[in-house]
């Protein structure tokens, strides 16, 4: 119950249609613009928490605490599957064209990877 939103923008308010009752959503990143329109109503009717954070400005060793403490308390559960990443679609790298124009289309829900082929 927690999104992890890296464009905000536009796709504030469709992060916060998926979150469930006290739900979470942290803005790491602003790809999508800095201006966002969404219903305050529904923000508290669900009790909703936004939160914002960036790493810009921050020094190594906050840097390298917090890689640290990604790497002891979320690194195990990517590990064994509880915690995954969204995979939309993954191309071929000979279909490159085509994941960028899904890329750019917003049609996609998750992750696009291209897949690199052992050349033998």
Same mark, same amino acid.
């Given at each position: 119950?927690?999104?992890?939103?890296? #464009?905000?923008?536009?796709?504030?308010?469709?992060?916060?249609?998926?979150?469930?009752?006290?739900?979470? %959503? !942290?803005?790491?990143?602003?790809? =999508?613009? #800095?201006?966002?329109?969404?219903?305050?109503?529904?923000?508290?009717? /669900? *009790?909703?928490?936004? =939160?914002? &954070?960036? @790493? *810009? =400005?921050?020094?190594?060793?906050?840097?390298? /605490? %917090? !890689?640290?403490?990604?790497?002891?308390? #979320?690194?195990?559960?990517?590990?064994? =599957?509880?915690? *995954?990443? *969204?995979?939309?679609? #993954?191309?071929? @790298?000979?279909? !490159?064209?085509? !994941?960028?124009?899904?890329?750019? &289309?917003?049609?996609? %829900?998750?992750?696009?990877?291209? /897949?690199?082929?052992?050349?033998?």
């Amino acid at each position: 119950n927690l999104v992890l939103d890296m #464009v905000a923008g536009s796709y504030l308010p469709k992060n916060l249609q998926v979150l469930q009752m006290n739900g979470r %959503i !942290a803005v790491i990143g602003s790809l =999508g613009g #800095v201006q966002a329109e969404f219903s305050m109503r529904d923000l508290m009717r /669900r *009790r909703l928490t936004i =939160g914002g &954070s960036t @790493l *810009r =400005g921050r020094d190594d060793t906050v840097k390298a /605490r %917090i !890689a640290s403490e990604l790497y002891e308390h #979320v690194w195990p559960f990517l590990e064994d =599957g509880t915690i *995954r990443c *969204r995979l939309d679609t #993954v191309f071929p @790298l000979k279909e !490159a064209s085509q !994941a960028h124009a899904l890329m750019q &289309s917003s049609a996609h %829900i998750g992750k696009i990877a291209l /897949r690199v082929e052992d050349e033998q």
